[in-house]
């Protein structure tokens, strides 16, 4: 069971296995509108809970990303640089953005479950 | 806050993403704002712009009136035509830009952007001679349905008295449509052959003002919103206002020079723009593209090397060059095409290279590039 928590600010992260994915949410994406480019991080890099590590830009305006947990980046959704819209598309499958590890209980414990996410919206 | 004002057509937007607009209830897209702006270029896309200031001037000394507050030279217009102007303070600075309709002799519909509605009426009515002009907003007197793209005429033929085609950019004709009065207008905001329907309230409810929208659909027009709008004419390079007209930016450096007439006597601006300081350093308005990834936003700096040289004044991805394009205004031995600066954005520089504009080809005023109803 891979269950997938939320952050305050609309992204999301799954645990998959040993992979943990970060993205933004179905609602952030439709808030948002067309996404035309994402700035993306590099691997190896270290995000900090609360801290942007990005940038995506829709058609109007253009939006932090703000990292729902600390960690390291294993991988980025290297497809978005040709195809941003996959965020659009689904957001929450193969429109994630950045993989990471080393994600503590704590920060993961912090984070909403999707009821009580859905519960903010 | 004060209730947002909604035009006759805002019960067809139940589907969209709304905003406020200069205080109107306003879609800014119904199905996302890239597949309308590709919509508008390939086949028809159609506007609800019933927001925008009409301003009716009327009388034998109506072209008086406009002659002085007008930079264009509104004399050169017959009935049944229309002109792009700009209106300018004493300074020479833009008040607003703005096409002027002459609907028959001494009769003339101004059609001002929304967020200047009261500057633009009461910059007239200030100047109104004690007789002989009828200055009247019809703002709300009037749906306006613009509709955009190769297929326009193509959609409007069946509906209309008339033979769309046979209009010319800028002519406007009173027409039945629908079997109701219309005023329609070869003219538009977007770059592609287009029409704009006048519809008054008078003549047209507000269901036969939904059943004329529904029937444009079925017809081929896909709903457009703002957002489209916006990007539609940063593609075709026509300026904003508030964004690259202002009280403080002069025509001549918005490249609109063309629409300020030195030839026709005195107008309010004259003065100033005709003795220009060219001692000062000027800022000329450009295109641009960004040569790495980014959308350019209103406001970021531009730099040659260390000092800053401009700025964006609008920034769009255009869907149709796949690329980031702008319009900045940067000190004028800057502004050639080829020439390669750097935006701020956020915390990185990135290049850009001015180019000319407008970014794609503009179809309107070229009917022969129109589909034509029986090419179709």
């Known amino acids: 069971m891979n269950e997938t928590r939320y952050s305050r600010t609309h992204e999301w992260v799954r645990k998959e296995g040993e992979k943990i994915l970060i993205g933004i949410s ?33 058609v109007k305006a253009a939006s932090d990303l703000y990292a729902p947990v600390s960690g390291e980046i294993t991988a980025v959704n290297d497809r978005l640089q040709d195809e941003p819209g996959l965020i659009n598309q689904d957001a929450e499958g193969d429109g994630w953005i950045i993989a990471v590890k080393d994600v503590s209980d704590a920060d993961w414990n912090a984070l909403m479950t999707e009821a009580d996410y859905k519960t903010t919206l | 806050m004060s209730e947002l004002r909604k035009t006759p057509l805002n019960g067809m937007h139940k589907e969209a993403r709304l905003v406020d607009y200069a205080g109107w209830e306003m879609p800014v897209y119904y199905s996302g704002i890239l597949e309308e702006h590709m919509a508008v270029r390939q086949m028809a896309g159609m506007f609800d712009v019933s927001h925008m200031a009409k301003i009716m001037v009327e009388g034998p000394e109506a072209i008086d009136l406009l002659q002085l ?66 200055l009247r907003n019809l703002t709300d007197n009037y749906a306006l349905i613009a509709l955009q793209g190769p297929i326009a ?71 457009c919103g703002l957002g489209a709008r916006d990007n539609l004419r940063i593609e075709a390079g026509y300026p904003l206002y508030g964004h690259e007209l202002s ?43 960004m040569l790495e990834r980014s959308v350019p936003r209103q406001g970021y700096p531009i730099f040659s090397g260390e000092e800053q040289v401009g700025h964006v004044t609008s920034g769009a991805y255009s869907p149709i060059r796949k690329e980031d394009i702008g319009m900045a205004y940067v000190l004028e031995p800057y502004a050639s095409a080829g020439i390669r600066l750097e935006a701020q954005v956020r915390q990185r520089r990135l290049p850009l290279e001015i180019m000319p504009k407008p970014f794609i080809e503009i179809k309107a005023g070229k009917a022969e590039n129109a589909l034509s109803p029986d090419r179709l």
């Open chain 2, 69 to 134: 507050c007008l930079t264009n030279n509104i004399a050169l217009i017959a009935p049944g035509r229309a002109i792009y102007s700009l209106m300018c303070n004493p300074q020479g600075g833009v008040i607003d830009d703005l096409i002027v309709y002459r609907f028959s002799d001494e009769s003339y519909m101004v059609v001002a952007n929304a967020v200047n509605e009261q500057s633009v009426y009461y910059w007239l009515k200030g100047h109104l001679p004690d007789k002989g002009v009828s």
């Open chain 2, 247 to 289: 009280e403080t930016i002069n025509p001549l450096q918005a490249g609109m020079g063309w629409a300020v007439k030195f030839n026709k006597g005195d107008f309010i601006g004259r003065a100033a723009l005709e003795c220009e300081d060219r001692t000062e350093p000027v800022e000329l308005l450009v295109g641009f593209k």
């Open chain 1, 26 to 58: 179905q609602h952030a994406q439709d808030e948002l509108g067309d996404i035309v480019y994402v700035e993306l991080p590099s691997v190896g890099a270290c995000i900090n809970a609360g801290q942007s590590f990005g940038v995506v830009e829709s």
């Open chain 2, 153 to 223: 005429a193509k959609i409007l033929k069946p509906l209309m008295s008339e033979d769309p085609a046979d209009m010319k950019y800028f002519d406007l004709a009173f027409v039945n449509l629908l079997g109701r009065p219309c005023v329609i207008t070869r003219t538009g905001y977007t770059g592609e052959d287009g029409f704009e329907l006048f519809l008054h309230r008078s003549e047209w409810s507000i269901e036969q003002i939904e059943d004329l929208w529904e029937h444009l659909a079925a017809g081929g027009a896909k709903p």
